[in-house]
T-cell receptor
Framework: DAGVIQSPRHEVTEMGQEVTLRCKPI?????LFWYRQTMMRGLELLIY????????DSGMPEDRFSAKMPNASFSTLKIQPSEPRDSAVYFC???????????FGPGTRLTVT | GESVGLHLPTLSVQEGDNSIINCAYS??????FIWYKQESGKGPQFIID?????DKRQGQRVTVLLNKTVKHLSLQIAATQPGDSAVYFC?????????FGAGTTVTVRA
């Protein structure tokens, strides 16, 4: 298996622009997680999907952030409008079920200028 | 909520020596703990886990020790190799939710 796939790997955008990050989980995994990693706050869970349904979005910073999972093999995290403080590495992870080992993708490094 | 902290942000170790990374957690009800390794430009990778009904677990060159009395766990890496250079995170898992510590950067000196 190719593991969790994320795109793009790097994104540089200007403040106010819309940013869409993409994730393809491992085939057969029914749980998907979006994390954000910064120097100040470390790794934080943003949102958790189970069977394509958002279960816990309490980590989403504000309404500018939204996530979708239209099917079992694809998820997006959108930031609109983006701000410089959104600069971070965003990771997608998937697991077979909610309580199983989470496999992380390579991350998307987002820079908002 | 869970608070997870690491004792040292950096660790420099001579190749061939043993490494010890320490971590503390706050919630005495936590029962599942995981160590992750994150190499530059990559996502965290599972190394080893331990449940609260154990106090020691060994893998290949790695050992995790859990002291529930003082809410402390450690990761020991035997015969540290250059490929062990990375950031190491401890994490506490409650149901689906992972709470990560800040990370210890391990640098292996040749």
């Amino acid at each position: 298996d190719a593991g969790v796939i994320q795109s793009p790997r790097h994104e540089v955008t200007e403040m106010g622009q819309e940013v869409t990050l993409r994730c393809k989980p491992i085939s057969g995994h029914n749980s998907l997680f979006w994390y954000r990693q910064t120097m100040m706050r470390g790794l934080e869970l943003l949102i958790y999907f189970n069977n394509n349904v958002p279960i816990d979005d309490s980590g989403m910073p504000e309404d500018r952030f939204s996530a979708k999972m239209p099917n079992a093999s694809f998820s997006t995290l959108k930031i609109q409008p983006s701000e410089p403080r959104d600069s971070a590495v965003y990771f997608c992870a998937s697991s077979l079920t909610a309580g199983d080992e989470q496999y992380f993708g390579p991350g998307t490094r987002l820079t908002v200028t | 909520g869970e608070s997870v902290g690491l004792h040292l942000p950096t660790l420099s170790v001579q190749e061939g020596d043993n490494s010890i990374i320490n971590c503390a957690y706050s919630n005495s009800a936590s029962d599942y703990f995981i160590w992750y390794k994150q190499e530059s430009g990559k996502g965290p990778q599972f190394i080893i886990d331990i449940r609260s009904n154990m106090d020691k677990r060994q893998g290949q060159r790695v050992t995790v020790l859990l002291n529930k009395t003082v809410k402390h766990l450690s990761l020991q890496i035997a015969a540290t190799q250059p490929g062990d250079s990375a950031v190491y995170f401890c994490a506490v898992r409650n149901d689906y939710k992972l709470s990560f510590g800040a990370g210890t950067t391990v640098t292996v000196r040749a």
